[in-house]
């Protein structure tokens, strides 16, 4: 069912999920739900479609992660417009 690992990560610890799991969980849950094949690269994330890799974020994050890797981008919170390769988290909602 979709986002019921983001539910169930509110009812397991209400007062105490951390904002980091919850953006890789919705990631991971818009992606998947559209078709995409996820896998766990060595550097960053997600692997996806053998092809992308993704290191998922805050606005704050840096790029030093994935310095040098092709094809590799940010999707980032509390952003509402991208810029290089950093792409907004909300956006890959519109997959679903």
Do not use: C
């Amino acid at each position: 069912m979709p986002g019921m690992l983001l539910k169930k990560s509110f009812a397991l610890s209400p007062n105490n999920t951390e904002k980091g799991s919850l953006r890789e969980a919705f990631f991971m849950n818009q992606l998947t739900n559209a078709g995409h094949a996820i896998n766990l690269p060595l550097k960053g994330d997600f692997y996806v479609n053998d092809q992308f890799t993704f290191e998922i974020g805050g606005k704050g994050k840096s790029t030093k992660q994935l310095t040098g890797i092709d094809n590799s981008f940010f999707a980032v919170d509390d952003m509402e417009a991208g810029i290089g390769n950093k792409i907004p988290l909300w956006m890959f909602g519109l997959l679903y």
